[in-house]
């Protein structure tokens, strides 16, 4: 029997690390062939990985999935012009790859994970080859263009929305990860029944739990991971922290950071400006050496800052810490607050009061270990109905090898 072919397109994949990798790799296990096509691996550090050498063109084979790559664009963590290149050449050079591959697949599948232009290259096989063409969609056009600082004109508007509804009038279904953002995309799209909510899946939690002390001595661990950008919302948060500690003098704590990003020299240096102690910065740490750091920790922060695009957004993290089974505490407003709430598994406040930010570290602190034990139970409840990795797997590939 002929196997059925699925051709990925992706801006990001292995050894990058992301959902998309898992995802290729359940599609192999099923026994489907798997092609990728996608960039030289920069991210997140803005530069090619050491074993990869920045080629035009290049193909290599991993876990018997086929992997295309395109050259990457290095330095864009610290120019928007270059991430404008980036952007611009993935979208180009990825249609081309596409023009000459795309006819050997039979499946298109589309990795959505940021910019909007990553989605052209399957679009041009879509077109061309009249091949089924889904996207699994995780940030929203326009709306991000503008929450990153790019200037809102008349003609930018005009410009973004064209191409907006140029993308995905020319998919045959949208998988969003946030059930948000088929009310925003609605407006550009002709078929109003293409649109399914699926969430990202957990992370698994594997690896040694305890391989390090975060501190030499025993208090309560707060930390946050991930990408530490504008809008994470850091600024205020290690502010509130040192209200708190000010506000308590006799409570023992520790505001762990880990990750990296283009916001981090900042926060350090509030951190400085303000002498705010019992903060530690860890560094970014590759996702199988996660579980130590939420093993260890008694909360876990998740911030955003206060605008409309956000109260929309699951971001991808959320799902981890609640595979980690610890107290959510969400600053930030919308949805995850809301998910947070009505599974009670955690606290939230808005994330631009410093002071409900700073009653926010106390109100965990005093939180019972009865308390703890009824959220971790929770979190357990919602990972396997919610945010079940298998489930998903499935659900996508239904959605995707469904008859027109």
Not at 134 to 163: A, M, N
Request: with cysteine; net charge neutral; aromatic share 14%.
């Amino acid at each position: 029997m002929k196997k059925i072919k699925i051709l990925i397109v992706s801006e990001y994949f292995y050894p990058e690390e992301f959902k998309i990798n898992e995802l290729a790799e359940y599609w192999q296990e099923c026994g489907y062939q798997v092609g990728v096509i996608t960039r030289v691996p920069t991210y997140p550090y803005g530069k090619v990985y050491s074993s990869y050498q920045n080629k035009f063109y290049s193909t290599e084979i991993v876990n018997d999935i086929k992997i295309y790559r395109i050259f990457g664009t290095e330095g864009y963590k610290k120019s928007t012009m270059k991430k404008i290149v980036q952007f611009i050449n993935y979208a180009l050079w990825g249609s081309i790859v596409g023009i000459f591959i795309g006819n050997k697949y039979d499946y298109i599948f589309s990795f959505n994970q940021s910019a909007l232009t990553a989605v052209l290259p399957a679009v041009v096989i879509q077109k061309l080859y009249k091949k089924r063409l889904i996207t699994w969609t995780q940030d929203i056009w326009p709306d991000s263009v503008y929450s990153y600082g790019f200037r809102k004109s008349k003609l930018s508007e005009f410009f973004l929305s064209k191409f907006v509804s140029f993308i995905y009038n020319n998919v045959d279904h949208i998988t969003v990860s946030c059930e948000g953002f088929i009310e925003k995309l609605n407006t550009y799209v002709k078929n109003k029944s293409k649109f399914t909510f699926i969430p990202q899946w957990a992370d698994e939690l594997v690896g040694d739990s305890i391989v390090f002390n975060m501190s030499e001595n025993k208090v309560k661990h707060f930390t946050f991971a991930g990408n530490i950008s504008k809008a994470v919302n850091l600024e205020n948060v290690v502010l509130a922290f040192n209200k708190y500690q000010l506000n308590n003098e006799n409570t023992n704590v520790q505001l762990n950071i880990v990750g990296d990003g283009s916001n981090l020299n900042y926060i350090k240096e509030i951190v400085e400006k303000n002498n705010i102690p019992n903060i530690v910065f860890w560094g970014r740490h590759p996702k199988s050496e996660m579980k130590q750091f939420y093993d260890q920790s008694d909360f876990l922060i998740i911030s955003l800052n206060d605008h409309p695009l956000y109260s929309i957004m699951i971001p991808a993290k959320f799902q981890t810490y609640v595979a980690a089974r610890k107290p959510i505490f969400a600053i930030m407003n919308g949805v995850v607050p809301e998910i947070v709430t009505e599974n009670e598994i955690g606290i939230y406040c808005k994330p631009d009061d410093i002071d409900l930010i700073a009653e926010g570290f106390k109100t965990c602190y005093n939180i019972s270990y009865e308390e703890i034990l009824r959220i971790s139970k929770n979190c357990s409840n919602l990972l396997e109905n919610e945010f079940n990795k298998i489930k998903i797997q499935k659900q996508l590939t239904e959605i995707l090898l469904k008859e027109n």
